[in-house]
């Protein structure tokens, strides 16, 4: 009467082995949210639409970011987050360009020759295939109209 009926240990066993399998699920998910490439296409999307030109700044929550002409994509430790561009293509460019320094703040007469190599570089740095790097500075998205050339450059 007092012994311990033969499917005890049996339960004992099958919840020693659920709580394991519990405790090994709960330790495997990320400590930090994944990324807001929301917020980011956002940010670019405001000045894409201003009709004149604009600049703004957005920090990046990410360790990589990947732009490219028509969307985004920021990494960590969380994941992985991608978000469209509503108004675009951007012009992506890196901050050591001819194009990042003047979506850092100098005049484009000042780094390119005519508005027709202002959009040739535009064009070009459009069609290069979107890469990770890491993030090193804020997101820099400029929109500039320059003699009928009309560019929004997002550099990171």
């Given at each position: 009467?007092?012994?311990?009926?033969?499917?005890?240990?049996?339960?004992?066993?099958?919840?020693?082995?659920?709580?394991?399998?519990?405790?090994?699920?709960?330790?495997?998910?990320?400590?930090?949210?994944?990324?807001?490439?929301?917020?980011?296409?956002?940010?670019?999307?405001?000045?894409?639409?201003?009709?004149?030109?604009?600049?703004?700044?957005?920090?990046?929550?990410?360790?990589?970011?990947?732009l490219?002409?028509?969307?985004t994509?920021?990494?960590?430790?969380?994941?992985?987050?991608?978000?469209?561009?509503?108004?675009?293509?951007?012009?992506?460019v890196?901050?050591?360009?001819?194009?990042?320094?003047?979506?850092?703040?100098?005049?484009?007469?000042?780094?390119?020759?005519?508005?027709?190599?202002?959009?040739a570089?535009?064009?070009?740095?459009?069609?290069?295939?979107?890469?990770?790097?890491?993030?090193?500075?804020?997101?820099?998205?400029?929109?500039?109209?320059?003699?009928?050339?009309?560019?929004?450059?997002?550099?990171?």
């Amino acid at each position: 009467m007092l012994d311990a009926p033969l499917d005890t240990l049996y339960t004992w066993a099958a919840l020693s082995l659920a709580a394991t399998v519990l405790v090994g699920t709960v330790a495997g998910l990320p400590t930090t949210p994944a990324p807001d490439a929301s917020g980011v296409a956002d940010a670019v999307d405001a000045v894409a639409v201003a009709e004149y030109d604009a600049t703004a700044e957005h920090d990046l929550d990410a360790d990589a970011v990947r732009l490219g002409a028509h969307r985004t994509g920021l990494r960590n430790d969380g994941g992985a987050a991608h978000a469209a561009f509503a108004f675009g293509p951007v012009t992506p460019v890196t901050p050591d360009s001819r194009l990042g320094s003047v979506a850092a703040g100098a005049s484009p007469s000042a780094v390119f020759d005519s508005p027709a190599a202002f959009a040739a570089a535009a064009e070009t740095a459009r069609d290069r295939n979107a890469s990770w790097h890491p993030v090193s500075e804020p997101l820099v998205v400029r929109h500039i109209s320059w003699e009928g050339t009309d560019v929004t450059i997002v550099s990171a």
